[in-house]
């Protein structure tokens, strides 16, 4: 059974960067679409980006573009979030979560525990 580990959450100061990582265990990350959630506290959570199979990457939040970018590494089975110019408002718990197959438009499945990001000075 699909298993995710999320990892690399930090305190970074504003303009700093990141880089999130989403691990998978016990199934087949090649086959299937990863999106990269946010949730701050007393907000909902929010999705961050998705990437698919064949590398499209969607469903992209506004305020992160330009500042996020997310990758693949299939055969180390991982996701990562490389976050730069990091702001207050990026603070929050950041999870992975597996797509049902290979689109960013398919149902939630599996979810990690999560990452916390502190950006403050």
């Known amino acids: 059974q699909l298993q995710l580990v999320e990892s690399g959450g930090d305190l970074v100061q504003p303009g700093g960067s990141l880089m999130l990582s989403c691990s998978a265990s016990?199934?087949?990350?090649?086959?299937?679409?990863i999106s990269w959630f946010r949730q701050a506290p007393g907000k909902e959570r929010e999705e961050v980006v998705c990437v698919q199979p064949n590398e499209q990457r969607l469903n992209w939040l506004n305020s992160v573009k330009g500042r996020f970018t997310i990758s693949r590494n299939v055969a180390r089975h991982a996701v990562y979030l490389q976050m730069n110019n990091l702001k207050v408002e990026d603070t929050a718990l950041y999870s992975c979560?597996?797509?049902?197959?290979?689109?960013?438009?398919?149902?939630?499945?599996?979810w990690g525990k999560g990452t916390l990001v502190t950006v403050s000075s």
């Open positions: 979560a597996a797509r049902e197959n290979a689109w960013c438009t398919d149902p939630l499945t599996v």
């Open positions: 016990g199934g087949v990350l090649y086959s299937i679409a």
